[in-house]
Nanobody, 120 residues
Framework: QVQLVESGGGLVQAGGSLRLSCTAS????????MGWYRQVPGKQRELVAV???????NYVDSVKGRFTVSRDDAKNALYLQMNSLKPEDTAVYYC??????????????WGQGTQVTVSS
């Protein structure tokens, strides 16, 4: 029913920039929170950035000042602007969304992921 689709990944040199996009089959504004996770082989999936429906944002320390998560309701899209990229940012990036019903368990949704590779 709910599908998240990422785009914008690719290969970039260190110091460069990429913008990831996430579109949803439903209204972006209907989710209680949306954000981005990333994962590299042998490591747990890591929360990179999250935005709540109220507009608050949070970032993992390693990307603060470099990454920005934003939402465009007109285009029904969530973005992750990544600047000053480092090789350590290389990972598969996943779009994430969550619904928190008043009663019942939270529901998490995940995209298929998009590869970001930062070369030295």
């Amino acid at each position: 029913q709910v599908q998240l689709v990422e785009s914008g990944g690719g290969l970039v040199q260190a110091g460069g920039s990429l913008r990831l996009s996430c579109t949803a089959s439903g209204r972006i504004a209907s989710f209680n929170a949306m954000g981005w996770y990333r994962q590299v082989p042998g490591k747990q999936r890591e929360l990179v950035a999250v935005r709540t429906s109220g507009g608050s944002t949070n970032y993992v320390d390693s990307v603060k000042g470099r990454f920005t998560v934003s939402r465009d309701d007109a285009k029904n899209a969530l973005y992750l602007q990544m600047n000053s990229l480092k090789p350590e940012d290389t990972a598969v990036y996943y779009c994430y969304a969550k619904r928190e019903p008043l009663r019942g368990v939270d529901i998490d949704y995940w995209g298929q992921g998009t590869q970001v590779t930062v070369s030295s």
